[in-house]
């Protein structure tokens, strides 16, 4: 996850080409990075991480590394930030508009960089005057555009930029679209299965990571961005199916950099599973053992009869 939070990967956009104007396309062999740097050049770093001040201004630098064999001109851009379904960092595509993070950082529009060179560029970082407590994730590309028959192409690279406004960190996470289900083993004298599917979603002003934990199982749910949401599908085995199946879920926050958990939050789940295969199983045994008793009787029953008859031939 750290990984994937650490670098934008290359990401292709695309959309139809204006007819009037279609743009020129990319130099096929150009490739590049885009990564942190200081003015003097890359420093290291996969990300930035700043906190800020409301109103405060701060100036960082980028560098861009053209890796290809002819001069290029990148479009610098910064979006909001987000995560996929997958739990992979990405920022948002040109055509949307950023509302959040993204507004913070102010980049120069382009920079040509020549053949196996690295340009450092300056950019600046303002929070707005009101800005609220907690995290603003955003990230920084470079892009080039082009062509390919009828559609236009953006390919980008980036990184991210993890913005905080200074202020009391207020995680939460809530829950919703709870379901539980039972599913028998086919071996009556065997436990089931209790899967657990919901909704998570990072109610607070903070990135959180969040491990699941329920019976004995206990998993890594990943990251959540403030506002994010993610379906959860868990499983339990080993649970005797003996009419209401109750289990708690139990999830335990992190505030990356804090070295403890913050208080779990739990979510308990109902479902009914009567224990058919048993119950049947039982009375197979009871039907068996009865009819076993009654043959056992007759068998008795027969045996005195005989040995009566004997007993009067005798006589």
Known sequence: MRRAAAVLAATTLLFPAPPAAPAA??????TWTVQPATAAGPDGRRWIEQTLDPGQRLTEHLAVRNLGDTPAVFTLSAADGYLTAKGRFNMLPSDRASTDGGTWIEVPPTVTVEPGKTAVVPFTITAPPGA?????????AA????????????????????????????PSLATDQVRSSYARSWLPWRPGTLRVSYQLTNT???RLTVTSKIGSATTDLGELLPGGARPVDAEVDGVWSFGRVRSTVALLPTVPGEPTPREPSTLTVTTWAMPWPQLLTLLAAALLLYAWRLRRRHLATM????REEGRRSAV
């Open 143 to 170: 892009s080039i555009a082009g062509t390919r028959g009828t559609v236009q192409v953006e390919s980008r690279v980036g990184f991210r930029v993890l913005l905080r406004a200074s202020g009391t960190l207020q």
């Open 132 to 140: 609220l407590p907690g995290d603003h994730p955003a990230g920084i």
């Open 204 to 206: 607070g002003n903070t």
């Open 303 to 306: 045996l005195e009869k005989a």
């Open 25 to 30: 396309a990319a130099p096929a062999t150009v």
